[in-house]
């Protein structure tokens, strides 16, 4: 599998036997099992998609098709034929009643043109549009959050914003030093992430056009990438087979996915987040489910609308106190306007104080709400598979749950361990910490009564 070592580097440990009252927290982030394998085309899936509701996913192919699938059942709903090669993007409108695909150009076609971008109806399977400008294949195509401007990455290393009513294209973004495979907006529509054969991911302003951020870690071409719902993390696929989950605001890599056995075209999210779907030159997509309670999921919920709360009025404190300090007006005396701007101090620093205490009673209510999560756990029983003692190191490597982990022991502990012959019982909990992935685990050896903690390590090959 290429690319492991990276990977490897993502959790190492370091760790000391300790009690468990010094319980100290070990982050492993979105961590997915897999959940379906959806089986129907005929060649390589290029593109995958959810529809808004979260029941049907489209996914396009080499084989010149797009197929709608019933998430639940896993049953094929519907075959849509109108491209003359392979189709290398889909994308559904917020409504959900639009389908949009992208072509790959062939010199090798005859006749028609397949760089262009078609628009489909969901129910119908009928055609409705076609858009054409770029001049190599059209590699992604992505909806903006409220339906009006439709974003398009091409070989011809361009992406162009278009207005999805006339057709007409508003602008085009370069800074790619090789063809864009993928686009997609983030959730407030702000932010628009492409990538590329350069092996980069850019995160533009969608509203300047100007380049905000390059992120940096894939050892080939990036071909898919997908936000979450909240716009906290951004998935991509890649030609080296992984899929990697980023940090939107820092840009750092949080975690990859290996499973897929060829390159990876496509990566996204269900619309609860909880589910990420993969499609693969390996003939397969995968569902990759995310373990994380959904208790979890609520409690950081709420800390989420918190922070947009304390947000909006600092926002709007800064406008009130913006609005008590006007030019001075040409018929203004000095004198006047000495006064004006004594009272406008005198109501700044009121308001302030107002929005102070506002803002102060959320973060208590965010902290408390933060202390009360940290006394929620959710247990679990596993079992780690006892490879080899390393008496220099003071410890046993082992494997849990996919992950090759060391365990330092004391020796007269070792030896209890190795009463166990080959198994032992691994018990531990989910707890959240961190206010902003809600993922941290503790996990403890139980031998005899006596609590070791353990650090989860690099993964394993399958």
């Given amino acids: 599998m290429r690319n492991l070592k990276a990977f490897l580097l993502l959790l190492f440990l370091l760790v000391s036997p300790i009690k468990a009252k010094e319980e100290k927290p070990i982050f492993i982030p979105f961590y997915y099992i897999e959940k379906t394998t959806l089986k129907g085309h005929s060649w390589s899936v290029y593109s995958v998609a959810f529809s808004p509701d979260g029941k049907v996913l489209a996914s396009g192919s080499y084989d010149k098709t797009i197929l709608l699938w019933d998430v639940e059942s896993g049953a094929l709903l519907q075959t849509l034929k109108g491209h003359s090669w392979g189709v290398l993007s889909v994308a559904f409108s917020p409504d959900g009643k639009v389908l949009a695909s992208g072509g790959e150009y062939n010199v090798f076609i005859l006749s028609g043109e397949n760089n262009i971008i078609l628009l489909w109806d969901v129910e119908s399977g009928a055609l409705l549009q076609t858009l054409k400008g770029h001049s190599w ?100 696929g890649s030609y080296d087979d992984t899929i990697k989950l980023w940090d939107v605001k820092s840009g750092a890599l949080l975690k990859t996915l290996q499973g ?167 018990k531990g909990s989910l707890r959240f910490v961190d206010t902003e992935k809600c993922e941290l685990v503790n996990a403890f050896l139980t031998v005899k009564g006596t609590d070791i903690m353990i650090a989860f390590g690099k993964r394993t090959e399958p």
């Fill in 137 to 236: 294949s059209v590699s992604s195509v992505a909806f903006s959050p409220d339906g009006k401007v439709l974003a398009s990455g091409s070989g011809d290393k361009t992406i162009k914003l278009w207005d999805v009513k006339s057709g007409a294209l508003l602008k085009t973004l370069k800074g790619h030093s090789d063809g864009v495979r993928s686009v997609a907006f983030s959730p407030d529509g702000k932010i628009l992430a492409s990538g590329s054969w350069d092996k980069t991911i850019k995160l533009w302003d969608v509203k300047s056009g100007a380049l905000l951020k390059t992120l940096k870690g894939h050892s080939d071409g990036v071909q898919s990438v997908a936000f979450s719902p909240d716009g906290k993390i951004l998935a991509s």
């Fill in 260 to 426: 897929h056995s060829q390159n990876v075209q496509s990566v996204a999210f269900s619309p609860d987040g909880r589910i990420l779907a993969s499609g693969s030159w390996d003939y397969t997509i995968k569902l990759w489910e995310d373990r994380l309670p959904l208790e979890m999921y609520e409690i950081r919920d709420g800390i989420w609308k918190l922070e947009v709360e304390i947000y909006r009025l600092e926002k709007e404190r800064e406008s009130k106190v913006k609005g008590l300090y006007a030019p001075k007006d040409e018929f203004e005396t000095t004198k006047e306007y000495e006064e004006r701007i004594a009272r406008a101090r005198e109501l700044e620093k009121a308001i302030r104080e107002e929005y102070a205490q506002r803002i102060k009673e959320i973060e208590d209510k965010k902290a408390r709400m933060i202390k009360e999560a940290q006394l929620k756990l959710v247990p679990y029983e596993t079992s780690v598979v006892l490879k080899r003692y390393d008496a220099d190191k003071g410890g046993f490597y082992a494997v849990v749950e996919g992950y090759e982990v060391f365990i330092p022991v004391e020796r007269s502990i070792a030896r209890m361990i190795a009463e166990r012959k080959d198994r032992a019982v691994v």
